[in-house]
């Protein structure tokens, strides 16, 4: 099926853990964006990606490593998880142009607890 | 560094009325973009306006863009129950140089329609 899905959609993990949330889109947009929503933060963006390979820090990076190594996948791992990850994940895509006038597209979310 | 504000974050209304949504932006853009959220479900675009003066309408909505006051305005007209939701606006971050375009939301209203 076309468009962006993110897995697992429910994931609860202990402290300490590393836990992995994959991204996949088949669209070839080459942006992708993680963001992490929490009550009364709206969405706030933890890593970006422009293209396979370049990835930048966006708002609230710390404990999160993200890679790209194929177009379609971007998956953000939490390489110690803390109990203020917990949050709902979502992995948004927009298409590329010399002006970016599209939307981005977002993933079903992922919602992370950690115990 | 872009922040973007919403206002109100809460709105409860009855049916019939009108009602409006701000969305403040504190540097320059001419991109903005409006999305809807229901309970536990992803973000929907709604609405992109792309230059100043720019004026979307579909349905109940209307959401229009002034770059010179760095707001956008989200208009309900006569509100149905199924406007319940969670709104958002989001700003692309300028100056798009650096080749990935970072869309920057505000905190969401979160409307409530009322019978």
């Known amino acids: 099926d076309a468009g962006i899905t993110q897995s697992p959609r429910y994931k609860i993990t202990e402290t300490g853990r590393q836990v992995t949330l994959m991204c996949h889109q088949t669209?070839?947009?080459?942006?992708m964006f993680w963001y992490r929503q929490d009550l009364g933060h709206g969405l706030r963006l933890i890593y970006y990606s422009a293209a396979a390979d370049i990835t930048d820090k966006g708002e609230v990076p710390d404990g999160y490593v993200v890679s790209r190594s194929k177009t379609e996948n971007f998956p953000l791992t939490l390489e110690s998880a803390t109990r203020s990850q917990t949050s709902v994940y979502f992995c948004?895509?927009?298409?590329?142009?010399?002006?970016?006038?599209?939307?981005?597209?977002f993933g079903q979310g992922t919602r992370l607890t950690v115990v | 560094e872009l922040k973007v504000e919403q206002n109100p974050l809460f709105l409860s209304m009855q049916e019939g009325k009108n009602y409006t949504i701000y969305c403040n932006y504190s540097?320059?853009?001419?991109?903005l973009y409006w999305y809807r959220q229901d309970p536990g479900k992803s973000l929907e675009s709604l609405f992109v306006?792309?230059?100043?003066?720019a004026v979307k309408q579909e349905g109940r909505l209307m959401a229009s863009l002034d770059t010179k006051a760095r707001l956008s305005t989200l208009h309900i007209t006569a509100a149905v129950h199924d406007l319940s939701a969670t709104y958002f606006c989001a700003v692309d971050h300028l100056p798009i140089i650096q080749g990935a375009q970072k869309l920057v939301f505000g905190q969401g209203t979160r409307l409530t329609i009322n019978p």
């Open positions: 306006l792309l230059s100043n003066g």
């Open positions: 669209w070839s947009h080459s942006y």
């Open positions: 948004a895509s927009r298409a590329p142009g010399p002006r970016i006038d599209t939307e981005a597209f």
């Open positions: 540097t320059t853009s001419d991109r």
